[in-house]
């Protein structure tokens, strides 16, 4: 078995951005596991620009996003093993992983930073009925096929999810020939940003069918068209409503989900609303020294906070590398049952003071629908800390309400909120030192009070 | 001439094909899709029933016992998934006790072995999450999974190795009685043999009706089913059965032999023979009664959802032997459950009949063990580790949700019968058959495919015919 | 006078913009909520531009195709003949990122570069 001190699981912008920030805080021997053949992740294949305005200040493609980090790690000299594919991580952070080249092997790692990103959900998941013709694919599939494969999957085109894999995907196969027909979205608003919706829908004239969704499919060798229905406010298509298309395709670019199998066989605690593992102001898992983020953590909508809370990851694990060497663990020798003994690490935790181990949780209330972190240790954390989260539903002329305690903190105002952005707030240690009582920080979206 | 053409690649044709495979025999399956296990076979519950549900006497009661117990060594010899975890029947009304009770009757007078009227504890115990309604159950030891396309393809290799022509994409339009035997148009040319084994599944009656006066019809009966995540797999340990009706056995909840939770299926019949469409009120239904013996269950959880045709005989029961009227031709009728049971008998004894009718000899080739697609993760590290020293490819994963190897999917495509579409990789490797759907790893089995197929990746198909995966 | 009409891209607001205009003169920007609206607005009548990206054909290398954009944005209405031309160019393994593909695509004056690393194979 092979010592490292941090192992990163996943070499896309979350896993590269971790590297390079835990290098630059001292790390000596780091681990990058990426299990396809090149470094880089879902950005090799998001060919459009619009990546890094606020990393570097100019709009960059996906893959020339990637490139800036793949750089950065081979100058720092980070390792990197590709087609390496982890099968499992356990509590006391020793990763078992195979590729063609090693077999299978194990590493033992002194901090692991889960980076493995996300993946689309598929048509099963929404049980739409029919045939099961080929022409179906998930968005991303699409995507890869036509800008890494150079292979078109089809002519005539639905697209059912108006989130921004959906919208540019629209783009991409009117460019390349294929006839859009409609986009559909299941919610009376789009997740997508807005210049794509102006960009890849209205551009090519493509329509966008709020509060429709696909409810037939038809075809059974290959797709031939689908029905397309209104839904009410419950999502519920209306009788009645029922419209016949034909098409060729259909991909499907309606939600994604964090990956998190070897998390959840880890025992690490996953949040439900986000379905990344729950994690407190460093980062840090329910399991010690394993840490999360990007994609795996909660599914972002710009790849420059990957980055930002990828770097911060790398940080507070080189942090948590340095601090355990320090303090080396006490080896107690215990005398077993039948006279052998073994050799066990002490439980650092439970020497931990009081207020050390003092956890905040932070609570998403009335339309917020996930907070990262989910808690934090006001004697742990930075001076500040960024508190990302998502909104449930479209609020006009609110505010963005924290309240420590029962306590109203800090009233945000804000014109607009949207579920497809994710939003943050600050806390600062300073004033959370002046309220040493408090368990709870709840964030909620208020509406606001028509001024005068 | 052939001294054999079976119509069919399904479980039952390439089970008969196996068993006539130890003769002296010039044997052809023919298959109108491009893979073995296309049909009913291939959309099913995986289940190995007990027995107790055909009625006493029947051809059904008969084959079901014989196949169940014949499994085991079948899976061994053949090297394919199955597992005895048993099953329950679960009564959740009082009124309905005395009907528990005929079914242990009718299965114990049907020769299942092993089986029990438990209690409410004694259920619950077994399976805590059955619903807390349970009055009692009847459990069978005997019941088991299997992977219905394993199997199906595990008889369909050892019958090709054993000398059996397999012809795919090839359709029958027609057969004529000879004076001496058949003839079989297909799309592709005429066939001529001795002896025919119509095992065409739903289409068995067409295939019937054109040699025979004594009319056959198959009613497709329509079953759909929801598969849920792995996740949800273990939320019961054996096959739940709900106290069977007209229709049926009801809807089901099992665990599948690879990990997952099956949920289903509904029975409709239906008149469109090729209507393997799933359906809102079907999908509906699934969910609504589901949840009546099994308590919390995860529907969230949902994979994906399929249906297959049962195909129903108007009388009620398996209709296998020669027709009375059509010396030579034998059918293989009406195989809906307990079909893939029953398959290992309904395949010894058509070749018991051919063989009496073709006064066969034993082949001193024949050899009846095969070995499955090797999974590295069944390996021990060492193993594992000199096998992909020897074959990196086995250290490649491709399918991320199943742990499937570029090895086992090149080794998929090489064998015997080897697949020719994607759905082909898929029921021999299970790539793309996990929670993602194939979302990730359908780009790279269609560059492996395409390779091992040395055609372009826009000729490949999902599933034969015009189902193309690319239009260029 | 001619009525063109937006939604603003600049936040999820996404303000329907409606500029007046008299031949080659804006008389009016309305439907905005602020500055960057306007700017938007003005632009998008006055020279509304993209940038394209899309990909080539790329022979030897470890990939079949490589992505492609254009260095600066074109004129909107040059987008389909970009297209066109863009997808007419192969270039050989291995390439670089800024690599030139095509100069001057489609009289835009713009270049086409190489967005992604593709080696030889």
Redesign the interface.
Known sequence: MTDYELVIIGGGPAGLAAGISARKNGIERILILERDKELGGILNQCIHNGFGLHTFQEELTGPEYADRYIQEVRKLRIECRLNTMVLDISPERKVTAVNPSDGMFEIQAQAVILAMGCRERPRGALNIPGYRPAGIFSAGTAQRLVNIEGYMPGKEVVILGSGDIGLIMARRMTLEGASVKAVAELMPYSSGLKRNIVQCLDDYGIPLMLSHTVVRIWGKERLEGITLAEVDEKGRPIPGTEEEISCDTLLLSVGLIPENELSKDCGIVLDPSTKGPEVNESLETTSEGIFACGNVLHVHDLVDYVSEEAELAGKYAAQYIKESKASQPVECIKEGKNGQSAVYRKEDKSSRPAELIREIRLIPESGVSYTVPQKISPARMPEQVTVRFRVRSIFHRCSVGVYFGERCIVQKKRLIMAPGEMESIMLSREKLREFPEIKTITIRIEEQMEEA | MYDIVIIGAGVSGCAAARELSRYQADICVLEKEEDVCCGTSKANSGIVHAGYDAKPGTLKAKMNLLGNERMGLLSKELDFPFVRKGSLVVCTAKEELLRLQELYERGVKNGVKGLQILSREETLEMEPNISADVQSALFAPTGGIVCPFSMNIALAENAAVNGVEFHFNTEVRDIQRLEKGFRIETETGSYYAKCVINAAGIYADKLHNMVSGRKLSIIPRKGEY??LDK?AGKHVSRTIFALPGAYGKGVLVTPTIHGNLLVGPTSVDIENK?G?????E??QEIAAKAGKNVENLPMRE?????SGLRAHEESGDFVIGEAEDAPGFFDCAGIESPGLTSAPAVGVLLAELLQKKLNLEESTSYNGSRKGILDPRTLP?KE??KL??GN??????IC?CE?ITEGEIIDAARRPLGACSIDGIKRRTRAGMG??????C??KV??ILARELQVS??EL???????????? | MELHKFICINCPLGCSLQVEVEGADIISISGNTCKRGEVYARNEVTNPVRVVTSTIKVIGGEQGVVSVKTKDPVPKDKIAACMEEIKKITVKAPVHIKDVAAKNIAGTKTEVVVTKEVREI
């Open positions: 929801c598969l996740n090729e393997v469409d799933t359906t809102k079907g999908l949902v994979i994906t959802s399929f590290i594992r580790n992909i020293a990196p490819a086995y250290g490649r994963i991320r742990s929670r993602c759907q194939s979302g990730f359908l780009p269609m560059e990746q826009t198909t999902k599933c034969g015919g015009n189902s193309k995966l690319l239009k260029p």
